[in-house]
């Protein structure tokens, strides 16, 4: 995964970082299904704390092997984090 992602075009934002963490492997399948998850939210504050390491293991974290998953900081509101999953 890019380090960053900075996208703004009309009224579509897709943002993120990393935040504290060297997890940012994931297959590019679900690689697309995060940036169009970012599209969907439309926000500029989305920090990653990672998927998974190069040789798809995501310790400490056991749930995201493979980079099937993707861990990020809440948002301070609680309906927009709901809109996240």
Known sequence: MK?????SKGETKIYYTF??????????????????ALG???????????????DVTSYPSISHNN???VDTMY???F???????
Not at 48 to 54: A, E, N, R, V
Request: charged share 30%; hydrophobic share 20%; net charge negative.
């Open 40 to 54: 969907e939210l439309n926000r500029t504050d989305i920090q990653s704390t990672g998927m998974c390491f190069g």
């Open 79 to 85: 309906e927009d984090e709901k809109r996240k999953y």
């Open 67 to 69: 980079g099937r998953s």
């Open 19 to 36: 935040h504290n963490s060297d997890r940012r492997y994931c297959s590019p399948e679900w690689y697309a299904g995060f940036i169009g």
């Open 3 to 7: 380090d960053s992602l900075s996208y």
């Open 75 to 77: 948002l301070s509101n």
